[in-house]
Nanobody
């Protein structure tokens, strides 16, 4: 059974940083592309960033390019999201997912994902 635990969220001011972590158990993490998705209040769920199984290719939603960095530690079954220069529009619950068949532009058009964690909340105030 896959278990996912996200952490690292919090309440910050505009321009500050947070680092999200996601520990995944119950599957061979190194065999899977991984991603971060988020859902803001009253909005649809959407992809934030994805990373191939090797870590060689990362893609980002246009809204976070240049500010967020995704990384992974396969040895410790952990996915990270470094978020810098946070904006109020980044406020959302963030989830990690292994539901990344291809880390491509098409993945960011999806609105339905499989995820198992409770997510971690990020609140950015102005």
């Amino acid at each position: 059974q896959v278990q996912v635990v996200e952490s690292g969220g919090g309440s910050v001011q505009r321009g500050e940083s947070l680092r999200l972590s996601c520990v995944i158990s119950g599957l061979a993490v190194g065999d899977h592309h991984l991603g971060w998705i988020r859902q803001a209040p009253g909005k649809e769920r959407g992809g934030v960033s994805c990373l191939t199984w090797s870590g060689a290719l990362a893609n980002y939603a246009d809204s976070v390019k240049g500010r967020f960095t995704i990384s992974r530690d396969n040895a410790n079954n952990t996915l990270y999201l470094q978020m810098n220069s946070l904006k109020p529009e980044d406020t959302a619950v963030y989830y990690c997912t292994t539901d990344v068949s291809a880390c491509s532009a098409a993945w960011f058009k999806r609105r339905i994902f499989n995820y198992w964690g409770l997510g971690t909340r990020v609140d950015v105030s102005s």
